[in-house]
């Protein structure tokens, strides 16, 4: 059985950090690119950070150079870890798994929230 589940969310003062974590179990992760999205109440579903096999790296232009993006593969989990958070990041945050052969994000978490106050 396919999961991810997310953890580390939580409520921080702007200009704070936090790290979520996403533990995959029940597939072969390093088939699998792996990626963040966020959604903030009331707008759509919006990509975070993703990192592909190679260990390359891309970023949404709002979160450029305050999030990175990371995995431990003897773990089977990725990380996101967010410095400088603003009130706009404040969305639930969701990891999935891209499938390199069925070229679509197959899995994904349930969300973990994250707050961050003015």
């Known amino acids: 059985q396919v999961q991810l589940v997310e953890s580390g969310g939580g409520l921080v003062q702007a200009g704070g950090s936090l790290s979520v974590s996403c533990a995959a179990s029940?597939?072969?992760?390093?088939?699998?690119?792996a990626a963040w999205f966020r959604q903030a109440p009331g707008k759509e579903r919006e990509f975070v950070a993703a990192?592909?096999?190679?260990?390359?790296?891309y970023y949404a232009d709002s979160v450029k150079g305050r999030f990175a993006i990371a995995t431990d593969n003897a773990k089977n989990t990725v990380y996101l870890q967010m410095n400088s958070l603003k009130p706009e990041d404040t969305a639930v945050y969701y990891c999935?798994?891209?499938?390199?052969?069925?070229?679509?994000?197959?899995?994904w978490g349930q969300g973990t929230q994250v707050t961050v106050s003015s």
């Open positions: 999935a798994a891209y499938d390199l052969g069925g070229g679509k994000y197959r899995y």
């Open positions: 029940g597939y072969t992760f390093r088939n699998y690119n």
């Open positions: 990192i592909v096999w190679s260990g390359s790296t």
